[in-house]
């Protein structure tokens, strides 16, 4: 199995439901892309803080791969593996309106690729914590320039 599919949105199969719980909470970029070495500004738009829990925001880098193995008949398979390769998260107030953050993009992280074997996906997330159940959780996709 390829990285084809990172069109559609490799996801992890609880992200549906995790979108639909939450409600009142948005997440978008002042810029559509950014290069390596500058900050990515975060919009967080707060409609209804009521049951998001602890908001935080965040700049997410996953990488994607593919892994070959061989199972005990010898027959070898391959397939699609995920890894965070960059992570930040800053604290956002539990308030309605519009928050901005800024979120830096090491100039020594990856870049946004897509290939057929290995590629790299960013994103802003805002969450919410919350005790029981799912985290509420938006997200927007980004572009990381070289």
């Known amino acids: 199995m390829g990285l084809q599919r990172l069109g559609h949105r490799l996801s992890h199969p609880l992200d549906f439901v995790r979108q639909r719980r939450t409600r009142g909470l948005q997440v978008d970029a002042g810029e559509g892309e950014v290069r390596r070495g500058a900050d990515v500004e975060a919009l967080v738009t707060i409609s209804n803080p009521k049951g998001l829990g602890d ?71 805002a969450r919410g914590h919350r005790s029981r159940g799912l985290d509420a959780q938006a997200r927007r996709d980004l572009s990381v320039l070289p």
């Not at 908001?55 to 027959?75: A, F, M, N, R």
């Open 55 to 125: 908001l935080e925001v965040g700049l997410v880098c996953t990488e994607y791969y593919d892994e070959q193995s061989t199972d005990s008949d010898g027959d070898t398979s391959r397939a699609t593996v995920e890894e965070i390769a960059h992570e930040n998260w800053l604290p956002v107030e539990e308030v309605t309106g519009v928050q901005s953050v800024r979120l830096p993009i090491p100039a020594s992280a990856p870049f946004s690729y897509e290939g057929t074997c290995l590629s790299f996906k960013w994103e802003l997330v």
